[in-house]
């Protein structure tokens, strides 16, 4: 569904990923995992578009993402919930999520796409007309992943949705990124929390320095010595 | 000076102050939404305003077009001036210093004043419309008045409406708070600031309305109101409407009592005093929340 292609990009002078190649076929979960500052964020960005392509090339169903603006990508069916959920604080949820629908396509589905979110968060519901700033961490991430299903994405990018979370919160963000999955989302996620990742993706790429070090089933990743030394403390 | 409360007089003044506190809260409205959402001040607002004056006028008086016709004339040649304002100069200057768009915009003041003096002269105009007046007991007025007043209401009620109702206006409210992550949303900054601009200069266009029929034009009428204006906004809580909204029926009372117990001219003193006194006390305005 989405091929990375030698994938070169930045931010002006300073490079964040170097040649990377990564692939996800659709009805997969695919993780990217790392330390801080290793790319992961630039990765989801340049995918999106957010951050100029400087080398190499995305393809999104073998169509090329090169000369698509950062705007247009969703209506290729990418749903990006950013890093730090970046809701908008002073709307309300369902003003939130109305934003999600935005584009020409998802707006004629916009009933059915909020009643199916509601279904997904039925707690989303219940907040529905209370500011998203107000709601805890863990609410908002539900608000963010929500805002990213309302235009119907095929693959739903996921930024550290865990960052910044109470432990028990970060079960609960797991668990449903699993439901997600089982909604028969494709997936990239991209984490801190390996351990916890891992559990819930089938592949895994490791990143470095902006270049791939590693990548395999998600259970080889888990298993490898060099990850669990590195990345998991064990 | 006896002060009674069943004067009729002193009642007039305070519903004249009313409506034109209307006036001046429909005429703030544009300048606190390009605040609001672009985080830009168009000094040259109210200049704005005096070209859609200039272009009702003669639409109406010079090509005969009825009143109707001239005033959406006037809206849409404001609508347009204000995106070109955006396009050609806030746009290449957004994320500079925001003192360079304090003067840019200031010179664009000048400019337009300047192109206005030489292209219509400095000779006072008026289309020459009177409604007539009302009588409600013993206080009269203008219908004119009542107009402004009523059309200024309903503005600001669909210019509500469509920033909570309509996926534009979401958009345009959501841009305000975070810009960078619109693009995911499948919005591009670039259409809605546009846009934005577009809307900021129909609404100072349907100013332009109101004043046409109230006011005398001519070049420098922008510094008569312009001022004031840009007070409301910064009374009520730049960027902030409702604040704006409120802000302006102060100040319009200030204005209409003080030229009840005194002269004008000490209406707008007090008013101005009362200005200053406030940003001492809530520098960001009655309900703003910015430094």
């Known amino acids: ?234 | 000076m006896e002060f009674s409360l069943t004067d009729p007089f002193l009642w007039e003044t305070v519903i004249q102050g009313l409506l034109f506190g209307g006036v001046l809260a429909l005429l703030s409205l544009g300048l606190n939404l390009i605040f609001g959402v672009i985080d830009v001040v168009w000094i040259c607002y109210a200049e704005l305003i005096m070209l859609g004056m200039y272009t009702i006028f003669f639409l109406y008086t010079h090509y005969g077009l009825p009143l109707p016709v001239s005033f959406a004339g006037g809206i849409l040649m404001v609508a347009a001036l204000g995106a070109l304002l955006h396009q050609l100069v806030i746009r290449p200057i957004l994320h500079t210093e925001p003192i360079n768009q304090l003067l840019v915009t200031g010179g664009v003041l000048f400019f337009l004043q300047g192109l206005a003096t030489m292209m219509f002269s400095v000779e006072f105009r008026n289309i020459g419309i009177s409604f007539g007046s009302v009588e409600a007991g013993d206080m009269f007025f203008p219908v004119s008045r009542i107009i402004a007043f009523v059309v200024s209401l309903v503005a600001v009620a669909c210019l509500w409406l469509f920033l909570k109702k309509t996926y534009l206006g979401t958009a345009i409210r959501a841009i305000s708070q975070d810009r960078d992550v619109m693009p995911l949303m499948g919005v591009s900054p670039r259409k809605i600031y546009l846009v934005t601009s577009a809307l900021g200069g129909g609404l100072a266009g349907l100013g332009a309305c109101l004043l046409v029929m109230l006011y005398d034009i001519h070049p420098a009428i922008g510094l008569t109101f312009g001022p004031i204006v840009f007070m409301v906004c910064v009374l009520g809580g730049l960027g902030n409407m409702f604040g704006g909204f409120i802000a302006a029926f102060i100040f319009a009372e200030f204005i209409a009592l003080g030229g009840f117990y005194a002269e004008v001219e000490w209406g707008y003193v007090l008013a101005f005093v009362f200005f200053i006194v406030m940003m001492f006390i809530r520098p960001q305005g009655l309900l703003g929340t910015r430094n």
């Open chain 1, 1 to 234: 569904m989405l091929r990375l292609e030698n994938v070169s990009a930045g931010y002006g002078t300073f490079q964040a990923l170097f040649g990377v190649n990564l692939e996800v076929r659709g009805g997969e979960a695919v993780a990217v995992i790392g330390p801080n500052g290793a790319g992961k964020t630039s990765l989801l960005r340049v995918i999106s578009k957010v951050i100029p392509l400087n080398g190499g090339d995305i393809a999104m169903e073998d169509k090329s993402l090169a000369d698509v603006p950062a705007h247009r990508i969703i209506e290729l069916g990418i749903a990006h919930v950013p890093e730090h959920r970046r809701l908008f604080p002073r709307l309300t949820v369902e003003e939130n999520l109305r934003m999600g629908a935005f584009v020409n396509g998802a707006r004629s589905r916009y009933d059915e796409r909020l009643a199916y979110v509601y279904d997904l968060f039925p707690h989303m519901k219940e907040r529905r007309h209370q500011l998203a700033g107000t709601m805890s961490g863990g609410e908002q991430q539900m608000c963010a992943i929500g805002r990213g299903l309302m235009s119907g994405p095929k693959l739903l990018l996921l930024d550290e949705p865990s960052a910044g979370l109470a432990p028990v919160i970060v079960q609960q963000v797991f668990d449903l990124v699993r439901r997600i999955r089982e909604e028969g989302y494709t997936v990239l996620i991209v984490e801190q929390n390996i351990q916890q990742v891992l559990k819930v993706v089938d592949r895994a790429y490791l990143l470095e320095v902006g270049r791939i070090k590693m990548s395999g089933p998600a259970r080889d990743l888990l298993e490898n010595d060099e990850v669990r030394r590195a990345y998991i403390g064990l």
